[in-house]
């Protein structure tokens, strides 16, 4: 059985601990607000997706916009993961990680530019997914000038519904993502009179955070019938990608077992694409990799009363973490040092940012919090840093990496000279 968080208490009278690490000690090592995050959770994650389809031959292409830390990066690439990238600065990050990892590389993204699509092709990455018939011509026109071949494969829209955030959707016809799975086959057509384009799959995501599995299997199905057309049309599609998406639990109280979730997921996939001989599957999980993995510690600055409410500001805010803010995310927060006796009590929990919005949790009976102590606002380790910002001119957090029983910095606290760095008066 794989716990599904690696934060815990060790004993009753202990402090919540990260793989057995005591939170309480890093945070006043490495001062707060501090991501921290354990490698062995990120490690048994990406196992769980590569174990799941070990039946086939795949590639698990980790989704570097929901944690792009270096280190993690290195971690996952020395295990055999291959990267889902959106821009130049992911890839340059691949590439500073292990140059060839490269050939591990799937580029996404609606918008590529000419230098963007450039570093790719010189860089050797394994396909293109193609989101439109106007990057089909530039990136036509950017390999006859390098004279370098691409392997691309059109990411389709299938027009599934899938249940999720309506921000983070986006497998329907009216989203901007993809071609309309309907008019896919002329723009392969187009495609296969490039001389320097090598059409070789299909590709497809549906959004994010989706929890169950039917609209993946329904989406792998309308890909399959196109791959299977395309074959007729004298194409030699092998490769799909199925996106990433999966979904996590973010109640507590709510039951979640990542296998049981896995295997759901690899079946109705499997399932779907069952009539594809020759498969080579291409994944790009992202949250479901790091998402549990990762913790925010912040301290309490004050604790407020204003009518009938209690505030608890913390010393983090939504600059630090956005999700409650923009998606109206819940994360479940908890004492890092339980103390005795403390009685329930409903709370917001804000940061300090001028927006009414900077709140990590509304309404939440948690145990009475007093100024000073330190609280951890759990599963932020998907889009927590990766979508911070310095907004109000705060400085980024710090990140630490717990592997085994040790834990080290990963990045340091942005200092406020980093901030102004790029500035003149
Ligand atoms: N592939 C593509 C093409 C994507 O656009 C995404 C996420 C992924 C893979 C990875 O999806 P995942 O497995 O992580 O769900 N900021 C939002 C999530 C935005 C997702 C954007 N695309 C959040 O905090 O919930």
Same mark, same amino acid.
């Given at each position: ?62 989704? /570097?916009? #929901?944690?792009?830390?270096?280190? @993690?990066?290195?971690? *996952?690439?020395? !295990?055999?993961? =291959?990267? &889902? $990238? ?73 027009? /599934?519904? #899938?249940?999720?955030?309506?921000? @983070?959707?986006?497998? *329907?016809?009216? !989203?901007?993502? =993809?071609? &309309? $799975? ?91 694409? =069952? ?151």
């Amino acid at each position: 059985m794989i716990s599904t968080r690696p934060f815990a208490y060790p004993a009753t009278q202990s402090p919540l601990a990260c793989d057995g690490v005591a939170l309480d000690a890093l945070a006043k090592k490495y001062g707060t607000p501090l991501y921290v995050y354990s490698a062995n959770q990120i490690l048994t994650r990406l196992q769980l997706f590569q174990k799941a389809f070990e039946t086939i031959p795949h590639l698990v292409c980790y989704s /570097v916009k #929901a944690n792009s830390a270096l280190a @993690i990066l290195k971690l *996952l690439d020395a !295990h055999g993961a =291959g990267f &889902d $990238i959106v821009s130049c600065g992911e890839l340059e990050r691949i590439l500073r990680v292990n140059r060839k990892a490269a050939q591990r590389v799937v580029f996404s993204g609606v918008g590529k530019t000419a230098a963007e699509i450039d570093l790719a092709l010189r860089s050797g990455i394994l396909i293109f997914n193609v989101e439109s018939a106007g990057e089909l011509d530039l990136l036509a026109e950017r390999t006859s000038k390098l004279r370098k071949r691409a392997r691309i494969a059109l990411r389709v829209n299938p027009d /599934v519904f #899938a249940e999720t955030h309506p921000y @983070i959707s986006t497998g *329907l016809r009216e !989203h901007k993502f =993809g071609i &309309d $799975i309907r008019q896919a086959r002329t723009v392969y057509k187009t495609a296969a009179k490039q001389k320097y384009l090598d059409p070789a799959g299909v590709s497809v995501h549906i959004g994010s955070q989706i929890r169950s599995t039917d609209p993946f299997g329904a989406a792998a199905e309308r890909v399959a019938q196109l791959v299977l057309d395309l074959r007729k049309d004298g194409l030699p599609i092998n490769s799909v990608d199925v996106g990433g998406g999966l979904g996590i639990e973010y109640h507590s109280d709510h039951t979640f077992e990542p296998e049981a979730k896995m295997q759901q997921y690899a079946d109705a996939l499997l399932k779907a694409l =069952g009539p594809i001989e020759g498969l080579q599957l291409l994944l790009e999980p992202g949250r479901f990799i790091v998402a549990q993995a990762g913790a925010l510690l912040t301290r309490v600055l004050y604790v407020k009363k204003n009518g009938e409410k209690t505030f608890v500001v913390t010393d983090a805010a939504m600059n630090d973490l956005i999700r409650p803010a923009l998606y109206q995310a819940y994360h479940d927060i908890v004492p890092v040092v339980r103390r005795k006796g403390a009685r329930k009590k409903a709370v917001d929990v804000v940061g300090p940012v001028c927006e009414t919005g900077d709140f990590f949790a509304r309404d939440r009976e948690l145990p009475e919090l007093k100024p000073g102590e330190l609280v951890a606002i759990l599963d932020t380790g998907a889009y927590g840093l990766s979508l911070s910002s310095n907004y109000n001119s705060r400085p980024r957090p710090a990140e630490v990496l717990v592997e085994g029983k040790r834990a080290r910095l990963i990045r340091r606290r942005e200092t406020i000279d980093d901030l102004l760095a790029a500035e003149k008066m």
